[in-house]
Antibody, heavy 123, light 106 residues
Framework: QLQLQESGPGLVKPSETLSLTCAVS??????????WGWIRQPPGKGLEWIASISYSAGIFYNPSLKSRVTISIDTSRNQFSLELTSVTAADTAVYYC???????????????WGQGTLVTVSS | SYEVTQPPSVSVSPGQTAFITCSGDKLGDKYASWYQQKPGQSPVLVIHEDTKRPSGIPGRFSGSNSGNTATLTISGTQAMDEADYYCQAWDSSHVVFGGGTKLTVL
């Protein structure tokens, strides 16, 4: 059974960089059949996609966050990571990592999710 | 940029059928997926590729997608189906989520 586990600081100061890692177990992150993504959810609000990465197909960013986001993949550790720079209180959210299944040209659904980690931006 | 729109809330009586819609320009030309999220929990995929149910999802959940609208249908709605539901599509290499619909079973 595939499992994803987010880790990283729960508290980040304004203007600093938020860094999170997602450890994948029960499957290989190197498969070309999947992307690996980050999604966030501010308290009481909806889901917002941040970015996705594929071992072979590249990187995809939410245009509204692209200037502040870096996503990377470490196949040796079977994990992928997120960095979000210059954070503000608006970046306070539960951050989820998830596996994104690829189906044809337009099928890109998230079939496995981590439990999520709350990151609070505050001084 | 592409957007999909959901009604903020839908109410249904136990045992009745709930319909949750997701609207977007030519959404029927793309695959739509649906997620269920209960308070304090991670989202769970309930429908993908418009109509497919993942293993473990009850048969009362079904989906359709045509024209500009995708629809999640919950037949014989149960109290345990009360949750937030999100639609999702993929357009121009970007993931797009709807704003979510709160389903109330009363």
């Amino acid at each position: 059974q595939l499992q994803l586990q987010e880790s990283g600081p729960g508290l980040v100061k304004p203007s600093e960089t938020l860094s999170l890692t997602c450890a994948v177990s029960g499957g290989s992150i190197s498969s070309s059949s999947y992307y690996w993504g980050w999604i966030r959810q501010p308290p009481g609000k909806g889901l917002e996609w941040i970015a996705s990465i594929s071992y072979s197909a590249g990187i995809f960013y939410n245009p509204s966050l692209k200037s502040r986001v870096t996503i990377s993949i470490d196949t040796s550790r079977n994990q992928f990571s997120l960095e979000l720079t210059s954070v503000t209180a608006a970046d306070t959210a539960v951050y989820y990592c998830a596996r994104q299944n690829i189906v044809g040209i337009t099928g890109r659904h998230f079939d496995y999710w981590g439990q999520g980690t709350l990151v609070t931006v505050s001084s | 940029s592409y957007e999909v729109t959901q009604p903020p809330s839908v109410s249904v009586s136990p045992g009745q059928t709930a319909f949750i819609t997701c609207s977007g320009d030519k959404l029927g030309d793309k695959y739509a997926s649906w997620y269920q999220q209960k308070p304090g929990q991670s989202p769970v995929l309930v429908i993908h590729e418009d109509t497919k149910r993942p293993s473990g999802i009850p048969g009362r959940f079904s989906g359709s997608n045509s024209g500009n609208t995708a629809t999640l249908t919950i037949s014989g709605t149960q109290a345990m189906d009360e949750a937030d539901y999100y639609c999702q599509a993929w357009d121009s290499s970007h993931v797009v989520f709807g704003g979510g619909t709160k389903l109330t079973v009363l």
